[in-house]
């Protein structure tokens, strides 16, 4: 299902729950901040902040109480929406409640979104490189299976805009502990400008976790949106530092 139109908000097609992906647009944020930035803790003016996320909760139809949020903290923690909140520390959420809206927080992360339209649930995942290497898709999916009777052969996955493998630079201890946790080894390759350093493919890592939880590549989709590159429409941490905006993934069951 499609949200209402919003300068601001990203969808993939054929993803069966209502969700998005936010950007910069549309909101009342400035300075670095500018527009729609929907973190507090990033430096921008609090009651900014709350507008722009009045203004997507207006536009997705969300009751404000019934939006699910959590301490992110790129492990590989899972929680119920209705245990979540802003002090829980965990890096992804799960539900069967359509009163509940699951949202995830990012800047360069990858965000995924989940949707079983059987049993039916679905799960948002903040998927940063360690919480990747720790196993946070897996464990969602696991949790989903084990709270919903989810089959993963039925689930649909959404990536969001998150750094592509051609601008994400990482060191060799990143690429090693990816290796450790059994990713294939494709997903980095030497940095074309500096020597000793790697460019390492976060959405094609998270994308083949996904696999490996057993739901099928047709069932995936991924906007292919890159944080880094696109400024205008997109917050970066790695482009722009410490005094930058946050987005928000969001999805709920029809």
């Not at 539900?95 to 800047?107: F, I």
């Not at 502990?177 to 890592?205: I, K, N």
């Amino acid at each position: 299902m499609a949200p209402p139109a919003h300068p601001g908000l990203l969808r993939v097609p054929d993803f069966g729950a209502v969700h998005a992906f936010t950007t910069r647009s549309g909101g009342v944020s400035g300075g670095p901040y500018r527009t729609l930035n929907l973190g507090l803790s990033t430096g921008d003016a609090p009651e900014a902040v709350h507008e722009n996320r009045r203004r997507v909760r207006e536009a997705l139809g969300l009751d404000p109480a019934r939006v699910a949020q959590v301490h992110q903290v790129h492990g590989a923690t899972v929680v119920s929406a209705r245990d979540a909140t802003p002090e829980v520390e965990a890096d992804a959420i799960v539900t069967d409640d359509p009163a509940w809206t699951l949202s995830v927080s990012y800047a360069d992360c990858v965000p995924v979104l989940l949707y079983d339209p059987v049993a039916p649930a679905v799960g948002a995942v903040h998927a940063g490189w360690r919480g990747a290497v720790h196993g946070v898709v897996g464990a969602t999916v696991r949790s989903m299976t084990r709270r919903f009777g989810t089959d993963p052969a039925l689930l649909w996955a959404a990536i969001g805009p998150a750094v592509s493998g051609a601008r994400y630079q990482v060191g060799p201890e990143v690429v090693d502990a990816f290796a450790a946790a059994g990713f294939d080894a494709a997903h980095a390759r030497p940095d074309p400008e500096v020597t000793g350093r790697y460019r390492y493919d976060m959405p094609g890592a998270v994308a083949e976790a996904l696999a490996a939880s057993g739901i099928p590549t047709a069932r995936l989709r991924n906007g292919g949106w890159c944080t880094v590159s696109d400024a205008s429409r997109f917050y970066s941490h790695r482009r722009d530092g410490r005094r930058t905006g946050r987005h928000w993934a969001l999805v709920r069951l029809p």
